[in-house]
């Protein structure tokens, strides 16, 4: 079991990402939409770990998820972590606000958190939004998203932290 500290974002974007799931699925890709984490919702994922205390956790999330007020991100690009779980993924357009924000709450979760994962800490964080995991066909996946109008402009609306793989929600914050 870990727990994962998510951004999840406005209702148009969430449809968009959606659909592209939806598009994964016809073409039988199984999308983050159906699996491994249950009841999972389009997100961008600010970091990962393996225990904390929780109401240590929403403290500190707190104070940073108020500077994620109006935050806007683009998913912009398809990509894929070529690791073990093979992980199919839109980019994040970087910007120094988004950044600036994950280095944050990393150094803030980081101090109470046991077992980070080495993927969110500040310098190695790669923003993006999961598609699937799990992939093996590359081609399908490729043709599903490339039907898919990008850029999705999405602002976030809201932060929380869910545990892995229930998807039960600890907390959620509106932004």
């Excluded at 970087?94 to 310098?123: F, K």
């Amino acid at each position: 079991m870990a727990f994962a500290l998510e951004m999840y974002f406005d209702g148009g974007a969430d449809a968009a990402v959606r659909r592209i799931w939806a598009l994964l699925e016809s073409r039988g890709v199984a999308s983050a939409g159906s699996g491994p984490v249950a009841n999972a919702r389009p997100h961008v994922t600010l970091c990962v770990f393996d225990s904390a205390p929780m109401d240590s956790v929403e403290r500190v999330v707190s104070a940073p998820a108020s500077e994620l007020q109006n935050l806007s991100i683009v998913l912009s690009s398809l990509g894929f972590f070529k690791t073990a779980e093979s992980v199919a993924f839109l980019g994040v357009t970087p910007t120094e606000r988004l950044l600036r924000v994950q280095r944050t709450v990393a150094t803030e979760v980081q101090s109470i958190a046991v077992g980070y994962w080495n993927y969110y800490r500040p310098g190695t964080f790669v923003p993006h939004c999961t598609l699937a995991s799990n992939v093996c066909d590359f081609a399908a996946t490729i043709d599903a998203v490339t039907t898919a109008p990008l850029p999705i402009s999405a602002t976030i609306a809201s932060v929380g932290v869910i545990e892995i793989p229930s998807g039960r929600v600890q907390f959620d914050i509106a932004v």
